[in-house]
Structure formats: C-alpha cells, structure tokens
C-alpha cells in the first residue's frame, strides 16, 4: 500500500514537471515570434501583444489543467 | 502431518506477522499432540500482538497531533484546508419561532459554544444543508437553514465594493461633465473602463454591435477583478478567494454561455442561429463529424473559462503555502527568512495575475459572444 502511494506521489510530480516542460516551451517559442515581429514592425506592437497574452493564455490554462490533474491525484492519493 | 504444516504456520506467521492465521490447522490436531497446538495458537497469539503493535505506532504516526510531530504532508493537507471553502454563518428562516436571522454555522450548545472542535482547536463546522436542519430544526420549532459560505461572503463583498466604486466614479462624472476630469482613483477607473470598451469590446466587436454588450463585459471584468483582489486580502474568516473556487467560476463561465446564444438568437432569430453552428456550404457527409465536434466546443468553451480562471487563482496560493510548508518541514526559524522574500515574489506575480485573468476571462468572452453575433468574422 505504501509503495502504491509513493508511486502516485512520483507519477504526480513527473506528471506536473511534463506539463512545466511543455507549457514552457510553448510560451518561450511565442514569445520569440511575437518580440521578433514586434522588432521588425513596431507599429503593430500593439496587436501582437494582445494576441501574445491570449495566446499564452491558452497555453497556460492547458498547463494547469495538466497540473490540476497532477494535484488531484496527489492529494486524493495521499490522504487515504 | 498436521504437527509440520502447524509448525511451517506458525513460522511464516511469526516470519511475515502480516500473514492470515492458519485457522484450518488447530481443529485437525489430535489428542496427543494437544501441547504443541496449545504452543501453535500462543505463538499465534504473539504474532498477532506484535502485528497490533505495529499497527499501533502505524497510527499514531498517521494521526495529526497525537505525538506533537505531524507529517509535513499532514501539515501541507492542513494548510490545503485552508483553501477550501467553510461556512462562516447560516441563515435560519421559518418554524414555530418564526425565527429569521442569522445562526452559527457549527454545532453549539444553548449557551452557544461549540460542541465540536476540529484538529486546530475552532469549532467544526456544518458541510451541509441537511447536518444544520437536523441540529437545528428542534430548537426552532421546525423550518429552513442555508450555510453562509466564505466564498459567498467573498462575493458579496466584491460586489457591494463594486457598486460603491462606480456610484462614487458616477457621481464623480456628473459633477465634473463639461471639465476635465480629476481625481487619482477616478483618472484609474477611467482609463480601465476605456481599455475595456475601446481595445476590448469595439475592436472584437465592432461599435455597432458591442455598444450593447459594454456594460455586461466591464460588470464581468470588474467583478472578477475584485474578487481576485478580495482573495489577496486577509480577511478572517469571512474573506477567501471566492474565484478560486470552481463553482463561482462556472458560474461566470455559465453567464458568458447564456449571452453566447440568447444574443445570437436575439441576432439572427432562433432557427438561424442553430444553423450557423454549421459552417454554410458544407457538403451532407461531413455533417455527421461536424456537429458532434461543435456540440463538443459548445461546452469546452464555458468550462476552459471556468477551470483556466479556478487553476490560475488556485496555483498562486497553492505555490505560498508551499512556501510556508517549508518552514514546517525544516523545522527552523531561519528558512522563514528566504521563505517570506520568496512568498512576497509569489504575491507580486499574484497580483499581476489577477488582473491578467480578469482581462482574459472578459476577452475570450468578448470573442464568444462576437463570434455568435456575427458569425461570418
């Protein structure tokens, strides 16, 4: 029983530490694109920055989907 | 026969401790062998003992407080608590005292102290309807009780400072019609309010159509704003994040789904508006894959908003309880030093948050609503 707990316990962390590397990466890249755009058009650094916040918006909320699931299955796990 | 696998029992008993008892073993012994099952079932006995007294330390490791030490998963599940909504008051209407009025949400004697106590000393509270109707309903002779929770009082509190904000923002505005504007707090309120109808509802909408939907998305945005900034604050018992709580959150989520199809049907008539959840021209055989797939993003919508809003309040606090569960973990006085810069950081990105999810929770709303009234963009 021990043993089960303590795997659910190291499922969850990789699990959350996945989504971390995923979620990440997604936003970094979009970040480049949108400060390599805003770079070489200046005048449309207000569009792109209302679309970079939505968009990394998105990409956030499926992250912590992920980690919800991650948390979840932690806390339900552990305190049984 | 009996005397060996009697004996291999008691060995793999005594071994393990976990194993069951051999209950088939003793009632084959015979006469002459009387001492050795005697000797078989002491040992069981002891087996049996030890395995109570490891079962034994087994929870009062487990138990919180019993031996002064808990767990640092118990303590950071003690904290987790915290997170949870509990009632706070209740409400107490109808019986023979034709009582109305407000009643403590946790079971108390006649003199009003708490019967109960949980593990941190405060008094248990009700979690649920039916636990304070079958405490209270004899002392009233009967009616109807409803839990008070601190996320509603949460809500209410965003909501009544709202509306005292824009009363005094109005009564501002009517007062100084015809000048310029002055004031720090109304320049703020101001400039808010035009970056919502501005940037936010005209550009997604257009003037013509979004003139209608301003005044919903600034309520949306300034409710979820304030109740993010009211989750921040300490409180007592009464404050809590009230968004970060998957309920208020479906709530908000459920008034963007409503105006997403009353405002279509309201555009293009009831028929019309079904119809456009089809892309137009499509040819019969891909109808089949289609209309599942948008029945599908009919829902998701809603409950991205919900969950998205609920993950980004829950996690900012998630992570300074964290923090604070350090301090628990090692023990020491020290660790509170780097934990509370850290913490302050967390708070800062926080309060970045709040606004950041405000905006995007009344955005995306925008979107769903515009797209629905005019769907050919």
Request: with cysteine; proline share 4%; glycine share 10%.
């Amino acid at each position: 029983m021990d043993m089960n707990v303590g795997l659910v316990g190291i499922g969850a962390g990789i699990g959350a530490g996945l989504a971390i590397i995923g979620g990440g990466g997604g936003i970094s890249r979009l970040a480049a694109a949108a400060m390599e755009g805003m770079a070489r058009q200046p005048e449309a650094a207000g569009d792109i920055k209302g679309t970079t916040i939505i968009t990394a918006a998105f990409i956030e909320g499926v992250t912590l989907f992920a980690v919800v699931v991650c948390l979840m299955l932690a806390l339900n796990t552990v305190q049984k | 026969m009996s005397l060996l696998s009697a004996l291999l029992a008691s060995l793999f008993a005594l071994a393990l401790q976990h194993a069951p008892a051999p209950q088939a073993a003793a009632p084959q012994v015979a006469a002459p062998q009387a001492q050795s099952a005697v000797q078989h079932i002491e040992e069981q006995v002891e087996g049996l003992e030890d395995e109570a007294e490891h079962l034994e330390s087994q929870i009062a490791a487990h138990a919180p407080g019993h031996d002064g030490k808990p767990t640092s998963s118990q303590i950071f599940q003690g904290l987790f608590k915290h997170l949870e909504p509990h009632a706070v008051t209740a409400l107490w209407f109808g019986g023979s005292k034709k009582m109305f009025g407000l009643v403590p949400a946790y079971a108390a004697d006649t003199d009003g102290n708490a019967l109960h106590e949980d593990e941190h000393g405060n008094p248990a509270v009700f979690h649920s309807r039916a636990e304070l109707n079958a405490h209270y309903a004899a002392d009233f002779g009967g009616g109807q009780g409803i839990l008070i929770y601190n996320i509603n009082t949460a809500q209410w509190l965003a909501a009544i400072t709202l509306v005292i904000v824009v009363l005094l923002a109005a009564r501002s505005a009517r007062r100084q019609s015809g000048q310029a504007p002055r004031g720090t707090g109304y320049h703020i309120l101001e400039s808010i309010v035009l970056y919502v109808r501005d940037d936010m509802v005209y550009t997604v909408m257009g003037k013509h159509h979004g003139e209608r939907f301003v005044p919903l998305f600034l309520t949306q945005f300034f409710f979820i704003l304030f109740m993010n900034l009211f989750g921040l604050m300490y409180l007592g018992s009464i404050g809590g994040t009230a968004t970060a709580n998957l309920a208020v959150t479906g709530g908000m989520a459920l008034t963007t789904l409503l105006f997403i199809h009353f405002s279509g049907m309201r555009e293009h008539g009831f028929l019309h508006h079904w119809k456009n959840f089809v892309p137009a021209g499509l040819p019969w055989f891909v109808l089949p894959i289609i209309i599942p797939v948008e029945l599908m993003g009919m829902i998701v919508k809603p409950a991205a908003l919900t969950i998205r809003l609920f993950a980004n309040m829950t996690a900012g606090h998630l992570v300074v309880l964290g923090f604070f569960g350090l301090i628990y973990l090692f023990g020491s006085y020290a660790i509170g030093v780097p934990v509370l810069g850290m913490s302050i950081a967390i708070y800062c990105l926080e309060l970045f948050v709040c606004f950041v999810q405000a905006y995007i929770f009344t955005y995306l709303s925008i979107i769903f609503v515009g797209a629905s009234v005019h769907p050919e963009h």
